[in-house]
């Protein structure tokens, strides 16, 4: 029986073997799992749809039922979604951060990268996903490493008895067990929070009343 690949990491300071590995395993086509400022994220190019959707699979979860994606700036957010005074608010106000924005999409991406003409976007603060996106020549889903539904693992160990050797690369910090990002709907006038997580809905009223 072979054994899932894992491989430990400094969550704040990455070492370059892991980087190397994890850099390697998405140029080609694979999936990874890695930490956020939150918890552990499945991730693979969104340019590979065929492995977006064996990523799904994994997890169990519908093609109806969208993703996120990881850009690398407060500029990539409009590159991808139709930006308005909430969303930009927002996103100077908490991002780089655990916050998920859903915008309208400019992109034609199939489901489930776009859902009913909706993005979601995540622009990271933890040194991995910041690392992986310079060294990476497309953006990456931002979905976390659970089965559809479930509770999502504090462990890789959890993690790697879920997926096993489908994943091509753990990459290892310890337990993570910070609150999930904030979902933040501002598709439309005003805006809905889709997932409670890390950012509170009081902190974002205060934010945008003030």
């Known amino acids: 029986m072979i054994n ?4 430990a990491i400094d969550q704040f300071r990455p070492e370059e073997k892991a980087m190397s590995m994890a850099t390697q395993v998405l140029e080609t086509g694979g999936i990874l799992v890695a930490p956020t400022e939150t918890r552990y994220g499945l991730m693979t190019r969104i340019d590979n749809i065929d492995t977006v959707e064996r990523l799904f ?16 700036s407060h500029d990539e957010i409009e590159d991808f979604g139709f ?6 608010k927002l996103a100077k106000r908490f991002l780089p951060g ?13 489901p489930p990268i776009v859902v009913d003409g ?7 603060s933890a040194a991995i996903v910041k690392g992986l996106l310079k060294r990476v020549s497309s953006n990456l889903t931002a979905t976390s ?3 559809s539904g479930k509770e999502s693992p504090k462990t890789i160990s959890e993690i790697a ?11 290892d910090a310890g337990p993570l067990a910070a609150a999930p990002s904030t979902v933040v709907d501002c598709s439309a006038d005003g805006f809905v929070i889709r997932r409670h997580g890390a950012i509170s809905e009081e902190e974002i009223k205060e934010n945008l009343d003030g």
Do not use: D, Q, W
């Not at 899932?4 to 491989?7: A, D, E, K, N, Q």
């Not at 655990?98 to 199939?110: A, E, F, G, S």
């Open 118 to 124: 909706k993005i979601g976007i995540r622009y990271s």
């Open 4 to 7: 899932p690949l894992i491989l």
């Open 161 to 171: 008895s879920l997926f096993k050797t489908e994943v091509a690369l753990y990459l």
């Open 57 to 72: 699979a994994l997890k169990k979860r519908e093609k109806y039922l969208p993703t996120a994606i990881f850009v690398r």
């Open 83 to 88: 930006g308005n005074p909430i969303s930009r």
């Open 98 to 110: 655990p916050m998920t924005l859903i915008l309208r999409t400019k992109k034609l991406y199939p």
């Open 145 to 147: 490493a659970n089965l």
